[in-house]
């Protein structure tokens, strides 16, 4: 049975339960039956793309922990229309001829940057009255969300360099167009600009990008979302759909499954003796610890144990592992 993530380079157009199904369906024609868990993650919508963490086996009990993992976008804001939907999906429902420079873009993005207030769109899965969101918008009903405290970590410009859509973050000219930043530059309006942002759990890119235009005293609509980094994974380490598809064709799971403790890279290791192992795996508390208070993966030689909480010298187990090649 494998355990581990194959972190899938999620096209445009695949949903994330989708590319669940696509990683089971390639499992079951590698021969690995229908009992293998699989689970997501992280959703990123149909219109997004890039990096989307795919859990199999015991990785899934760590399915919650990327949930709530920061992660990366580049997304392109295209100034002058507004949609229904904040992206390039939806109707216009306001225009306005005032285009930005990047001198401005640049001052309202440090507004930005921190806890903010956000609203969630109209068009987005959370439910009100036990509905989701978009299907009472679809129904021509009017959605009002409240608003949600999010943190930016950090914004940028994003320039973008070629190889399976990387975006490399950077202050910096961009072609045949003078230094933005230089105060004897003619001063140019630009009517898109595309951006790369940390971001906690639960920020939504689309209503970011509704605001900065708003802030800009203009509107505007999301024209490319890509993910470029999901907890510790990145880009460098995602798959294309056609990749994963060799599996079901019979490559090689090994060549592109990244082991369990690739999740917990974020955070450090805790080394246990054998015996230690066997008293985490009944749940008792290890005591007498002197490594300082904080989140732990403990495992026996390189194998994962169990993902534990260490408080005051004691360490619980958050989630363990039932992985056979642990010490009994």
């Known amino acids: 049975m494998p355990h581990g993530w194959i972190v899938l380079d999620k096209p445009v157009g695949l949903g994330s339960t989708q590319a669940v199904a696509a990683v089971k369906r390639n499992l079951r024609e590698a021969g690995y039956g229908k009992k ?3 689970g997501h ?3 990123l919508d149909p219109l997004a793309e890039g990096v989307l963490p795919i859990a199999i086996g015991e990785a899934t009990k760590l399915c919650g922990r990327m949930l709530d993992a920061s992660k990366v976008y580049a997304f392109t804001i295209q100034f002058g229309s507004e949609t229904d939907t904040l992206d390039a999906e939806g109707e216009v429902v306001a225009r306005s001829e005032h285009f930005p420079s990047f001198p401005a873009i640049a001052a309202v993005l440090a507004h930005f940057t921190g806890p903010i207030e956000q609203v969630p769109p109209a068009y987005s899965a959370l439910k009100v009255d036990g509905q989701r969101a978009y299907d009472l918008a679809r129904a021509g009903e009017d959605v009002t969300l409240k608003s949600r405290a999010v943190t930016i970590h950090a914004f940028d ?3 973008p360099h070629g190889g399976a859509g990387e975006v490399e973050s950077a202050f ?3 072609a045949g167009r003078p230094d ?11 009517d898109a600009v595309t951006l790369v942002a940390h971001v906690s759990k639960g920020t939504y890119i689309r209503s970011l990008a509704r605001d900065i235009a708003h802030a800009l005293g203009t509107v505007g609509h999301v024209t490319m979302l890509r993910r470029i980094k999901a907890g510790p994974f990145t880009e460098k380490r995602a798959i294309s759909l056609d990749k994963l598809n060799e599996i079901g064709r019979g490559a090689a799971l090994e060549d ?5 403790e690739a999740g917990l890279d974020d955070i450090p290791a805790l080394s246990l003796d054998p015996d230690t192992v066997r008293a985490v795996r009944q749940g008792r508390v290890i005591s007498g610890l002197p490594q300082d208070d904080g989140l732990y993966w403990a495992r026996s030689g390189a194998v994962p144990v169990a993902l534990m909480e260490l408080s005051g010298g004691e360490a619980r187990v958050v989630r363990g592992f039932n992985l056979s090649d642990v010490a009994e």
């Open 256 to 260: 592109v499954i990244l082991p369990l």
């Open 172 to 174: 910096a000219e961009t």
């Open 157 to 159: 410009f994003a320039v």
């Open 41 to 43: 993650g992280g959703t």
């Open 36 to 38: 293998v868990k699989v």
């Open 180 to 190: 933005p930043f230089d105060p004897a530059a003619p001063l140019e309006l630009v």
